[in-house]
């Protein structure tokens, strides 16, 4: 199978090309989504040797996320999809971030500005991809859910910015929390492969992204 992935929700932008098992990926920092990533698709596609239209679908991460940065992403995902009738992914930003370490449970929390974070918690299956085991949300630090159990592995910016406030609120339940990790478009590629063998592609104008302060309790996608 053929997938392009990529990830805008974040300031590190990334874009993957997954071929069988081989996999590259590209990232864009410095919040330059808009300017670089076609750019970027198109350099991506020409090391991998292949036309958009060889693809069997676009993955995506569909938030949450930065709100200007999600709907960059969308619409450069539907312009692509149309163009090329190829269909599209949706997976969750959350899972992909989760999907990025090597944890087996991970608390994921990105920052969502006013004093909030968007977060969700994940188990690794045997498959080794990421599951999630609750609702996807948006609250203060020190109101996100407590995942039952120990040796979780707290993962993204909202660690970055609120560290104090969710290890107090995580307490011994928490093993460790990684800095400077973000949602990568390798792990939109690995959670999406799935949903293409199954048959599950959406069409392109079904690529639209997931805010949840919009839908404050939606359940993680894979």
Not at 81 to 101: E, H, K, N, R, W
Not at 132 to 137: K, Q, R
Not at 146 to 174: E, F, H, M, N, V
Request: aromatic share 4%.
């Amino acid at each position: 199978m053929k997938l392009l992935a990529l990830d805008t929700s974040t300031d590190i932008c990334s874009v993957a090309l997954m071929i069988g098992s081989n996999m590259r990926e590209r990232d864009i920092s410095g919040m330059r989504h808009a300017e670089s990533i076609l750019p970027s698709v198109q350099a991506l596609l020409a090391e991998g040797g292949i036309t958009l239209g060889k693809l069997d679908a676009i993955a995506f991460g569909r938030g949450p996320g930065s709100f200007t940065s999600l709907r960059i992403g969308a619409a450069v995902v539907q312009g692509l999809a149309f163009g090329a009738d190829i269909p599209v992914l949706p997976v969750s930003s959350l899972a992909a971030l989760a999907q990025s370490t090597d944890a087996e449970r991970v608390l994921t929390a990105l920052d969502a500005r006013m004093g909030q974070v968007y977060t969700a918690s994940f188990l690794r299956g045997e498959d080794g991809l990421m599951r999630s085991i609750g609702a996807e949300t948006v609250c203060a630090p020190d109101d996100v859910p407590l995942p039952d159990g120990t040796d979780w592995t707290g993962a993204g910016s909202g660690w970055d910015k609120y560290s104090d406030l969710l290890c107090q609120r995580i307490g011994a339940r928490l093993k460790e929390w990684l800095p400077a990790l973000f949602p990568r478009a390798r792990g939109v590629a690995a959670l999406a492969m799935p949903g293409l063998a199954a048959g599950e592609a959406l069409a392109p104008e079904q690529a639209l992204p997931v805010y949840l302060r919009d839908d404050v309790a939606r359940k993680a996608g894979r």
